[in-house]
């Protein structure tokens, strides 16, 4: 037969203090923050550099979009 007192899932284990489990919380949380925070950016400067050479061909990374078109690369793989 269980008890009520003898089945805690939700609890804290007992030789955790509360101060080391929120810390625990706190650090987790800021690393998740901190990996969608660059993982955002890069894909922001990503899509900023690719946009800008799209439209300024004549620049360094417009010529080199042009020498490395994305369509080369999908026709590539299309063939494996």
């Known amino acids: 037969q269980l008890s009520s007192s003898n089945v805690n899932l939700n609890k ?3 030789n955790v ?4 489990h929120s810390a625990l919380y706190t650090l987790r949380t800021v690393v998740i923050t901190l990996l969608i925070t660059v993982l955002i ?6 899509v900023s ?4 050479a799209y439209r300024h061909p004549t620049s360094p990374p417009g010529m080199w979009l ?6 080369n690369y999908i026709a590539r793989f299309k063939n494996f």
């Open 12 to 14: 804290i284990p007992p």
């Open 17 to 20: 203090s509360v101060r080391q």
């Open 41 to 46: 950016l890069s894909l922001t400067v990503i």
């Open 49 to 52: 550099t690719y946009i800008y």
């Open 66 to 71: 042009l020498e490395h078109r994305p369509s």
